[in-house]
């Protein structure tokens, strides 16, 4: 893999895993799509410039000695969730963590990543933590460090600033004493922290736009106010950012925030005595957008002390000879965005080059050799290679091996080869994701904004070549069940089997043979083009025809701001075929083997079970007394973040709990009754969150579960737990799967993690399981090619593809949302054909035209003219 730099770093395949079940992970990336960089800087032991460590929000810490040009892991260091680094004039790295962005993907609360103080680099790269600094509690003041600035003059002076706290110390960090200023401090929420180069000007922002200043070296402080400080502004700033220049330790330069608004930059010449505006908010300089003033990345150049760069939601460059430019372009894999808006966190440049500039975003590192010479023309272009640092909160894996993640920033998407570690992104709305098993071409995801895009569930019938969205039409509509508009984030959940005897459906099976009762017999299911096991219960003639219950059943779980929706043939567009089954709104969902039962977990701490799914049939949309509901009670007003279900026992099922204040609480629980009665067990220190679990598909003693400090499993049922990570590390975990690989008896564990992409353990597959996965970049295979002409069409189109043997054809015309129009199917003979399809009375728009042979599948756009 790109990612393995073998002069500095390993190669991410665990070597040996560490708890119960001895787990060996190996990433699969994206190694080429960086994720949320939260920390820049540059070694300023490199007289060249180009050595840069990067920390990530949930993720660690990486390091290139190229300029970028490829990354490698540091490795374990204890949390992941990094907020600031610095770095002494003696080169120690200086890391604070805790990043306090309450993380929502989709309606699973992820909470804060809670930090644990400062971390600190040696010459060596290897981690240490000042222990000083210990979070114990989650309302410890060390669990979000802000800034830290290091005495330029005495490296054994630090001053670190909090949530709501700052500290200072004379030994290095060893001890701490807490910095009370009248009048400013306890602040609600503390920032920016900068210390001049003579080691006596300190700068430290603090909420609502108050800013302290100190001119001894930290021994005293002052508030700095227009009344006394002539020029400095009265802004209610939430993330005000400070630069100072070595040469003039009396100069400062500062990016103002107005609330969540960028207010304009000001500097001084006479360490904060006065201050000069160099340039006020306007139309066409706005960085932060419309409200993205906590970001606020800032940079002067080196080159020129009025040439200035600020980025939030956009990025621009100032001076008083162009006055704001914007930057016009960013490149990515797979897109250009213009006027990008792609969350800066921070900045830097090359002392040495002022042209080389760095940005550090929630879309990874870009780099320009262009910011002083010609910002209006300049390219700035991702820096990703080995920085596998993407934050997925749910993924999906095809039956081939190819993963599919989903994330919260602006390509929400992204999907790999089977083998490789290169991502790219596909063009869908943001939300969960998942991969039919059973026909390979059917993905799903849904829409992330619960207010505009409620109706829309996303799916492709063509291997992610295209997607179109479709629900019913009645889901957060009529009948009673409107949505409010901006309700929180949709969610999904496929459940595919085919072990479904006990449902409603069925099919007819014909003996060819005679046949005994007792014999296993193959039968083609109604729902897709697979087929599935029966035991006959009769002795069968040849040509005798049995009515069999249709065990094969792929049903898509959609949950919407006013309740549950099942879509009971996700693979066939049906319609209706949506049921509203409750108006409870979960965050996790799990179903039992057979899918007649589905579990739901609330943000409130219960349990909903519903049974009886597999008998539910079309008759109206509120399908409420067809099914039975319970409600269990786990830990009244705890979040439940994830939910399994035993796969041979639908009665025992485990959820995982959230939140951190509930010290000494158990963070899982089990239920072997059916969620009637809980046991509870204590993951980690400080009952820490815990967000997915799984039972293990080929052995039901088997737990697995992701927190906030990475895996931990059972191999006794929950009884006694350990750590399973590996070269993992303990990092976030947001959701497991256990995905059949190439057969059904083949399934393969993968993780989704924050901001360290996917990654995958054959360790539970069973032994002769065919796990070889092709390193060459997907392509979505066809299986054979159609044409369309004409094409805009008005009356007619003709289809024409060639078979190379003769078989049963099936073709599906659909609209945009999904919605099934016009079948044929045929038995055509080898050679060149044409099937004419009428298109009269169709409206104007696009549709999709999916030709299937065999097992393999075909879909093209069709676009109806006026």
């Given at each position: 893999m790109k990612n393995c730099i073998a002069m500095l770093y390993a190669c991410l395949i665990s070597a040996a895993g560490f708890g119960q079940l001895n787990l060996q992970w190996q990433n699969i990336g994206p190694d080429n799509l960086g994720g949320t960089i939260t920390a820049l800087i540059i070694d300023n032991r490199d007289t060249t410039g180009q050595t840069l460590y990067a920390g990530a929000m949930?993720?660690?810490?990486?390091?290139?000695?190229?300029?970028?040009?490829?990354?490698?892991?540091?490795?374990?260091?204890?949390?992941?969730?990094?907020?600031?680094?610095?770095?002494?004039?003696?080169?120690?790295?200086?890391?604070?963590?805790?990043?306090?962005?309450?993380?929502?993907?989709?309606?699973?609360?992820?909470?804060?990543?809670?930090g644990n103080g400062i971390y600190y680099l040696d010459s060596a790269d290897n981690f240490a933590h000042l222990d000083s600094t210990t979070v114990t509690n989650p309302a410890s003041n060390w669990s979000s460090v802000y800034g830290i600035a290091v005495n330029p003059v005495n490296s054994s002076q630090i001053i670190a600033t909090t949530s709501n706290s700052i500290f200072k110390s004379l030994n290095k960090g060893n001890t701490w004493s807490e910095v009370t200023i009248a009048g400013a401090?306890?602040?609600?929420?503390?920032?920016?922290?900068?210390?001049?180069?003579?080691?006596?000007?300190?700068?430290i922002s603090l909420s609502y736009g108050v800013m302290v200043r100190s001119t001894d070296g930290g021994n005293t402080w002052s508030i700095l106010r227009n009344s006394s400080n002539p020029g400095y502004p009265n802004a209610s700033g939430y993330n005000t950012r400070i630069v100072l220049k070595d040469a003039w330790p009396d100069m400062a330069f500062v990016s103002v925030a107005r609330g969540t608004n960028f207010w304009g930059i000001i500097k001084t010449t006479n360490a904060g005595n006065t201050w000069d505006t160099v340039a006020l908010a306007s139309p066409s300089f706005a960085p932060f957008g419309t409200s993205q003033g906590y970001y606020n990345a800032f940079a002067v150049s080196p080159a020129d002390t009025d040439h200035f760069y600020v980025g939030g939601d956009f990025l621009y460059s100032y001076s008083p000879q162009t006055g704001p430019v914007k930057l016009p372009q960013f490149t990515y894999p797979g897109l250009s965005i213009t006027n990008p808006a792609i969350d800066e966190f921070n900045m830097v440049i090359n002392n040495r080059?002022?042209?080389?500039?760095?940005?550090?975003?929630a879309q990874g590192v870009f780099k320009t050799t262009q910011a002083f010479t010609d910002f209006t023309t300049a390219q700035f272009n991702p820096v990703d290679n080995g920085l596998v640092a993407r934050d997925f909160f749910s993924l999906a894996v095809s039956k081939s091996g190819r993963p599919m993640g989903c994330s919260d920033d602006m390509q929400s998407l992204l999907v790999g080869s089977a083998g490789g570690a290169d991502f790219s992104p596909v063009p869908t709305e943001l939300g969960y994701c998942a991969f039919s098993y059973i026909d390979t071409t059917f993905a799903y995801t849904v829409a992330q904004n619960g207010g505009a895009y409620i109706n829309n569930v996303g799916i492709s019938i063509d291997g992610l070549a295209t997607f179109g969205f479709s629900t019913d039409s009645n889901i957060g509509g009529p009948l009673g069940y409107n949505c409010p508009t901006g309700a929180g984030n949709p969610y999904l959940l496929l459940h595919e089997t085919k072990t479904a005897f006990n449902t409603i459906d069925s099919v007819a099976f014909v003996a060819s043979l005679n046949l005994q009762a007792g014999s296993q017999v193959i039968v083609a299911s109604n729902n897709a083009h697979a087929t599935f096991q029966y035991t006959l219960p009769v002795s069968l003639s040849a040509g005798d025809t049995l009515v069999v219950p249709d065990a094969?059943?792929?049903?898509?779980?959609?949950?919407?701001?006013?309740?549950?929706?099942?879509?009971?043939?996700?693979?066939?567009?049906?319609?209706?075929?949506?049921?509203?089954?409750?108006?409870?709104?979960?965050?996790?969902?799990?179903?039992?083997?057979?899918?007649?039962?589905?579990?739901?977990?609330?943000?409130?701490?219960?349990?909903?079970?519903?049974?009886?799914?597999?008998?539910?049939?079309?008759?109206?949309?509120?399908?409420?007394?067809?099914?039975?509901?319970t409600r269990h009670v786990v830990f009244a007003d705890r979040p439940i973040n994830g939910i399994a279900v035993d796969p041979g026992n639908e009665s025992t099922l485990m959820v995982t709990l959230g939140g951190y204040n509930y010290p000494n609480q158990p963070n899982v629980y089990k239920s072997t009754d059916a969620g009637n009665t809980w046991e509870g067990y204590?993951?980690?220190?400080?009952?820490?969150?815990?967000?997915?679990?799984?039972?293990?598909?080929?052995?039901?003693?088997?737990?697995?579960v992701g927190t906030e400090h990475g895996i931990f499993t059972s191999a006794d049922s929950g009884a006694t737990w350990q750590p399973d990570n590996g070269d993992m590390c303990d990092i976030p975990v947001y959701q497991l799967k256990q995905t059949p690989l190439f057969t059904d008896e083949c399934p393969v564990l993968y993780a989704a993690t924050s901001a360290r992409g996917i990654w995958r353990s054959y360790t539970l597959t069973p032994q002769g399981c065919n796990i070889s996965l092709s390193l060459e970049p997907y392509a979505v295979n066809y299986g054979f090619d159609i044409r369309l002409y004409p094409n805009p069409a008005t009356s007619v189109t003709n289809v024409e593809f060639t078979l190379a043997a003769p078989q049963q054809v099936s073709l599906q015309l659909f609209d945009i949302t999904g919605r099934l129009i016009q079948t044929i199917q045929q038995f055509l003979l080898q050679g060149e054909q044409k099937i004419e399809i009428n298109t009269v009375g169709l409206q104007p728009g696009t549709y999709l035209i999916n030709v299937r042979n065999g097992v393999t599948a075909t879909t093209r756009l069709l676009v109806i003219g006026e």
């Open positions: 949930g993720g660690g810490i990486w390091k290139s000695t190229n300029g970028a040009a490829s990354w490698g892991y540091l490795g374990c260091m204890g949390n992941y969730a990094i907020n600031c680094m610095t770095q002494s004039n003696d080169g120690i790295i200086y890391i604070g963590t805790g990043f306090q962005k309450y993380y929502a993907p989709g309606l699973i609360p992820y909470n804060e990543h809670l401090m306890p602040a609600n929420g503390v920032g920016d922290v900068k210390w001049s180069s003579n080691g006596l000007n300190i700068y080059n002022p042209n080389e500039m760095y940005i550090a975003s094969l059943q792929s049903q898509l779980f959609f949950v919407t701001p006013c309740g549950i929706w099942v879509k009971r043939h996700a693979l066939l567009f049906k319609s209706p075929d949506w049921f509203y089954i409750s108006d409870t709104v979960p965050q996790c969902m799990a179903a039992s083997q057979d899918g007649n039962i589905l579990y739901a977990g609330t943000a409130a701490g219960t349990v909903m079970k519903i049974s009886g799914l597999n008998f539910g049939h079309y008759i109206s949309y509120n399908m409420a007394d067809s099914f039975t509901v204590t993951l980690g220190s400080n009952s820490l969150s815990a967000y997915t679990c799984i039972i293990d598909q080929n052995n039901s003693s088997h737990y697995i």
